[in-house]
Every structure is written in structure tokens, then in C-alpha cells.
């Protein structure tokens, strides 16, 4: 069968070098500012952990199955900060249970989204709204 890997190299370092030095204390902003948690928004790096990227997966899964940006503005960083997502228009037939996993995915507070992979991958709403691998290709 196929393998897909998912691979993001955005805000790779290179250890011991000063260009792959990691954001200091002072609030450093690093991301694609489409797919950024609010704790990446506000550059509080020591608050980062699974939960961040899994917002940048609600994000980009959002972007899928909309084609659509979450915060579609020129700016979408204050829409990470301060907006819910808006009206889930999916651009194919899905189940309701996809828009629930994704709403958690992008909550504001990471205490609001799942804590780890495994968690997200486990859940209810995503096991069912996960369509079946028969037939995709």
C-alpha cells in the first residue's frame, strides 16, 4: 500500500548555530500565520506543546474541507486571537461530527483542545466523522 507522510519544516532549527536559535523570552512570533495557535500568535513559546500543533492541524484540515482558510482575512492572526471560526461550510458531503472535531481542534484555550494525537484520533466525533479509506484511491 501508500504511506502519506505529513512533514513540516517551517520552524526547524539548526542546534548550535545562531540562525536556529529558538524564539527567546521576549515574545518572538514564528509560524505560518494561517495555521498558528493563539499561544504562537502571542509568542509565548513556553506555553506550546502538542495542542499547538494540533491547532495548525484544525487549521489546515479547516482549509480541506472548506477550501477555505479558517480566519480567511489579510491578517488572519487577531481571527486566531479573538474570533471563533466562522459558519462550516464544507465543500463536500461530511459527517456533522467532522465540524465538532475541528471546532475542538481550533479552540482559543488550549485546555479546550485535545491534549495529544492520540487523543484527537481516539475521539468520538472523529472516529465518526473520519469517512472510509475504501475507495479514495
Keep these: 500500500g501508500k504511506t502519506v507522510k505529513l512533514m513540516d519544516f517551517g520552524l526547524a532549527a539548526a542546534l548550535g548555530s545562531e540562525e536556529g536559535a529558538l524564539p527567546s523570552d521576549n515574545h518572538e512570533v514564528v509560524g505560518t500565520p494561517a495555521y498558528m495557535a493563539p499561544e504562537q500568535v502571542e509568542g509565548t513559546w513556553r ?3 502538542p495542542w499547538t500543533d494540533l491547532y ?22 487577531p481571527g486566531h ?5 466562522p459558519t ?4 463536500f ?10 471546532r475542538q481542534l481550533l479552540a482559543k484555550d488550549p485546555g479546550d483542545r485535545f491534549a495529544t494525537a ?3 484520533a481516539s475521539s468520538p466525533s472523529a472516529s465518526s466523522a473520519a469517512p472510509s479509506a475504501k475507495g479514495w484511491w
Excluded at 462550516?88 to 465543500?91: D, M, R, T
Design 47 to 49: 506555553d506550546h506543546g
Design 88 to 91: 462550516f461550510q464544507c465543500s
Design 93 to 102: 458531503g461530511a459527517p456533522p461530527q467532522l465540524e465538532d472535531w475541528l
Design 56 to 77: 495548525g492541524l484544525g487549521a489546515l484540515a479547516w482549509l480541506l474541507a472548506t477550501r477555505r482558510p479558517v480566519f480567511d482575512m489579510e491578517d488572519p492572526l
Design 81 to 85: 486571537l479573538r474570533h471563533e471560526p
Design 118 to 120: 492520540a487523543e484527537a
